[in-house]
């Protein structure tokens, strides 16, 4: 039975909006709508369970739940005329909590901007004020947008990542619980692995003890990238939080580009990273705030049940 088809009326409901970016899924909802949630991370954990999740139409459950609030609507009243301002907070299938989210955040600006109508949304994440710009397509009813997400500078720095209290040197191509990774935070830390092929590793084997490796007080997502030419590459990312293999992580894609550029694989800014849920627009400046480019599409709506015991 269908997550939303056992609701009923005296169940407490909370909308939300399914969206995906080249298949990272969210749940998103109005944080306004959630005050009833004491628990917002066993929500998360029970509509977001692949196999007794929410039921879309080809997959249940989701990446992750986004807890948004508009703070400003970008209204002539607002702070920049156009520009909307909202809280992103994302809440992972585990419970934890994400510091930034690169497809999370299309997905979140394709929401504000549905709310709002502004083309511009600064998202405020714990990892900081993150711009997204939104292109809508020629048909303004569909429901898909693209939108370009301003995601900082990335960094290779020990502090930032972060990297165990004894490392003083960034971890660039050091060998890892058996994987040789270069490490860069992107919002979140990636351990960003360059192999031959993509899909010829066992990523569920090899992930999850550098996932956890003691060198990441904080653990890691752990991205595969190969090079396919002319700034073009693969990537496939087992995401922390998620514990699992995810149709595309936005981060890690960034990630990719800054360890190529880093690794001297490209001296292109403008990069193109496949993931297997889609292709995603990277570019990493050397003097400027990486970006990140891609579709939103929102995908149904439906009612979450607030599950017993967690009113
Ligand atoms: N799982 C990540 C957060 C979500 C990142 C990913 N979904 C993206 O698009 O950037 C972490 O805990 O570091």
Known sequence: MS????????????????????????????????????????????????????????????????????????????????????????????ASIAEMCGNGARCAAAWVRERTGANVVDLDTPAGVRRATVTAGDDDASDEVTVEVEMGRPSFAPADVPLAADREEPLIETVVEGLTVSVVDTGVPHAVAFVD?????????????????????????????????????????????????TLACGTGAVAVGAVARRLGSTDREALAVSPPGGTLQITVPDDGPATLTGPAAREFTVDLPVPEGER
Do not use: S, W
Not at 54 to 75: H, S, Y
Not at 220 to 225: D, E
Not at 232 to 241: A, L, N, P, V
């Open 3 to 94: 997550d939303a088809a056992d609701t009923d009326a005296d169940v407490h409901t909370v909308p939300a909006v399914k969206y995906h970016g080249t298949g990272n899924d969210f749940l998103v909802v109005d944080a306004a709508d959630a005050a009833g949630v004491p628990d917002r991370g066993a929500f998360a954990v029970h509509h977001c369970d692949r196999e007794t999740g929410v039921e879309g139409d080809d997959r249940t459950g989701a990446d992750g739940v986004l807890f948004m609030d508009i703070t400003d609507d970008g209204g002539d009243g607002g702070k920049e005329e156009g520009v909307a301002r909202a809280t992103m907070t994302l809440v992972q299938p585990d």
């Open 197 to 245: 092929d993509v899909d010829a590793v066992d990523l569920d084997a090899v992930a999850p003890p550098v996932r956890h490796a003691a060198v990441f007080p904080e653990g890691a997502n752990v991205t595969l990238a190969a090079d396919t030419g002319d700034g073009t590459f693969d990537q496939r990312t087992f995401e922390r939080g998620v514990e699992g293999e």
